[in-house]
């Protein structure tokens, strides 16, 4: 069975913290996503890594960066919280290769910044 | 750009049948998941969808028409565990790393 991790299920930051949020995978996956949820607006991609120390933008990326120093943990850093980013924060992982392999999800971070 | 398009709530009584629909638009398509994903935990895998037809496992079954740009998810013999949120999810061509686009998925109340 695929394990996606995340640190915290619930954090409360204030304005302006630096935020890290961590997401482990045991199955060896190449590829792993960082998604923010929100009412109405479904999951949005951040960034995702199809490698180590590899990464791309995803559709709202501003605000946020990633690293990648070991193929099994991603992290998702918030520079500098704020308001607009209180959020469910989702982190996904799936083998290399395309086809039918779908995405294994943790089971979220809910991030309230006040 | 991507538009994925899904009903924003759907309720349905236990022991029905309820269709779930999902239009999208995009160049370079490559396949369509659909999740589930219960209130306050992560979305898990359903189906998948590349070619047109029915795929059909168990309760659940999953249609695709890729020259309409149209999928559906087909719940039958609803149970009350079935409430949930029900997310449509589309993989473009050369989408590097699988990645996917979501819609804002469906909620779906079953009643007694």
């Known amino acids: 069975d695929v394990k996606v991790t995340q640190s915290s299920r619930y954090l409360v930051k204030r304005t302006g913290e630096k935020v890290f949020l961590e997401c482990v995978q045991d199955?060896?996956?190449?590829?792993m996503f960082w998604y923010r949820q929100d009412p109405g607006l479904g999951l949005r991609l951040i960034y995702f890594s199809y490698d180590v120390k590899m990464k791309e933008k995803g559709d709202i990326p501003e605000g946020y960066s990633v690293s990648r120093e070991k193929k099994e943990r991603f992290s998702l850093i918030l520079e500098s919280a704020s308001t607009n980013q209180t959020s469910m924060y989702l982190c996904?992982?799936?083998?290399?290769?395309?086809?039918?392999?779908?995405?294994?999800f943790g089971p979220g971070t809910r991030l309230l910044v006040l | 750009g991507q538009n994925i398009d899904q009903p924003t709530e759907m309720t349905a009584t236990e022991g029905a049948i309820v269709q779930i629909n999902c239009t999208y638009q995009?160049?370079?398509?490559?396949?369509l998941f659909w999740y589930q994903q219960h209130a306050g935990e992560a979305p898990t895998f359903l189906s998948y969808?590349?070619?047109?037809g029915l795929e059909e496992k168990g309760r659940f079954s999953s249609f695709l028409s890729r020259s309409k740009g149209y999928s559906y998810l087909l719940l039958k013999e609803l149970q009350m565990k079935d409430s949930a949120s029900y997310l449509c999810a589309v993989r473009r061509i050369k989408a590097a790393g699988n990645k996917l686009t979501f819609g804002g998925g469906t909620r779906v109340l079953v009643k007694p």
């Open positions: 995009t160049s370079g398509f490559n396949g």
């Open positions: 969808n590349v070619l047109d």
């Open positions: 199955m060896d996956h190449e590829n």
């Open positions: 996904a992982s799936s083998p290399g290769g395309v086809d039918k392999e779908t995405q294994y």
